[in-house]
């Protein structure tokens, strides 16, 4: 983590680049998208915070498409 607490996923998340926030999530783990910040806002919190809604929206799904096949395991 940065000096803010903020990963390279919060970084990304703030700025709305899509790209990086894609390449971050494919290569690392389900606990990076959740991982809160010196302010407890998660990448997905701070997207949406900054109006970055594709980002948000991204990054929800996410989540919720992992617990959802971790519940049908």
Not at 35 to 58: C, E, R, S, W, Y
Request: charged share 15%; proline share 3%; net charge negative.
């Amino acid at each position: 983590m940065l000096s803010l607490g903020c990963t390279p996923l919060h970084w990304a998340a703030i700025r709305g680049n899509l790209e990086s926030c894609t390449v971050l999530v494919q290569a690392g783990k389900m606990e990076d998208l959740t991982v809160q910040d010196k302010t407890g806002l998660t990448p997905a919190q701070l997207a949406a915070d900054k109006n970055h809604q594709h980002i948000a929206f991204f990054l929800v799904s996410i989540i919720y498409h992992n617990l959802l096949f971790e519940n049908l395991l």
